[in-house]
């Protein structure tokens, strides 16, 4: 646990180098909620204070009420013990996430695609590579990592203030489960549906940059629920983050 809050803090771009007093909630609520996103904190993981105040440099102060607020908007869930832990998905509730993902994420693309610029083309390229270098390596942190910063950069250029929210929410919800999908030998990741994307918003098709995400989307969603309904899934889930094979 204390090595994945340090890998996330170390990913957070948005923290600032020096923290402005009053700053600091805010800070580990956002780091928080992006190791959510980013699948940082796997299903069924208690929270725990302790370490994570440990990791972030806090008191644990900010650190609950970061975890009050995440409880909240149901990125997390309070026990009955009294602590708070990753909610676990199941495979039903995976495929109707995944269904309004397409909906939402697939015209974000479109939306994006026609704001395109050479710079967001740039940048979007050089996530990419990031991305097939991790996965090179098999640095499972660094794919689910740059994965989010791809879709993310790509969403935010929709220049619209509605969609972000949604697509957020959709993304703490079914984050903590991404690095499942990295466990199928038969379903490597190799950002294929990526190059697609960046392909559509390369020649100003919308239409092609929505198909590479509803590709993407489908793909992730056609290996996440299989394996949630594997026997040895709560192992999986409980497994070191470092430890898991995530194909060839």
């Not at 957070?12 to 609520?29: D, I, L, N, Q, W």
């Not at 790509?154 to 697509?167: D, F, H, K, N, Q």
């Amino acid at each position: 646990m204390e090595q994945i809050a340090e890998r996330l803090e170390q990913r957070a771009s948005e923290a600032p180098s020096k923290r402005a007093r009053g700053s600091v909630p805010e800070e580990v609520f956002q780091r928080i909620r992006r190791g959510l996103m980013v699948g940082a904190f796997v299903p069924g993981q208690v929270m725990s204070l302790r370490k994570l105040a440990s990791s972030f440099g806090t008191s644990p102060m900010p650190v609950r009420d970061a975890l009050a607020r995440l409880v909240v908007i149901n990125a997390l869930e309070a026990t009955p013990s009294g602590s708070v832990r990753v909610p676990r998905l199941t495979p039903k509730k995976l495929k109707e996430l995944f269904a309004v993902r397409e909906l939402i994420e697939g015209m974000a693309a479109e939306m994006a695609c026609r704001n395109c610029t050479p710079a967001l083309l740039s940048t979007l390229s050089t996530i990419n590579d990031e991305l097939l270098e991790a996965i090179a390596k098999r640095n499972l942190l660094g794919c689910l990592s740059s994965n989010q910063r791809f879709h993310f950069t790509l969403y935010e250029a929709s220049g619209t203030e509605v969609v972000m929210p949604l697509i957020e929410s959709l993304w703490l919800q079914f984050g903590p489960t991404m690095y499942l999908s990295l466990l199928s030998p038969s379903t490597p990741w190799d950002a294929s549906a990526h190059v697609e994307i960046l392909e559509g918003l390369r020649s100003k098709k919308p239409a092609m940059a929505r198909q590479g995400v509803l590709r993407d989307i489908r793909t992730t969603g056609g290996t996440l629920a299989p394996a949630l309904s594997e026997p040895n899934a709560d192992d999986l889930l409980s497994a070191p983050l470092d430890d898991l094979y995530f194909g060839n």
